[in-house]
């Protein structure tokens, strides 16, 4: 199957905080995400996760750490900008090179109606976007069983 970003695709993000805010989600964490935020809040990990984080079902039937919101639906990490923009976790970095959200143009196109910085700016090569794939393999979200 080629992939339809072949000539790579435009992004740049414009720190509108669409994407971290008005809608219910998840922002999965990894090990090396909650590593910077430890650092970034200076706390120990299991208050860092009583305070900022929920455990959720994931596909697999098991549970996954993710970030709060709050409740208007914004990241708990998101204060008129993100808190951490430079910590900020692997999910948050790669977006909108997401598996889902490049497994099609059209699905592409959907979230680009949302998102002001896709098809524009920078143009990341298809190389560039497969590492952004490759990343979130190599740094796995915290997972527990049930």
Known sequence: MTEFYTSGLKFSC???STCC??????VYLSEKDIEKLLAVFKMGKNEFIDSYCRWV???????ILSLKEKPDNDCILWDSS????????LQCRTFPFWKS?????AAWETAAADCPGM????????EAINLFLSMRESEPVIRKEI
Not at 82 to 89: A, G, W
Not at 101 to 105: F, R
Request: proline share 3%; hydrophobic share 25%.
């Open 14 to 16: 414009k720190r509108c």
């Open 21 to 26: 805010r008005y809608e219910s989600g998840f």
């Open 57 to 63: 079902i994931g596909l697999d039937g098991n549970m």
């Open 82 to 89: 993100c808190i951490v923009y430079e910590n900020r976790p």
């Open 101 to 105: 959200i490049i497994s099609s143009k």
């Open 119 to 126: 098809n524009s700016g920078t143009l990341h090569s298809q």
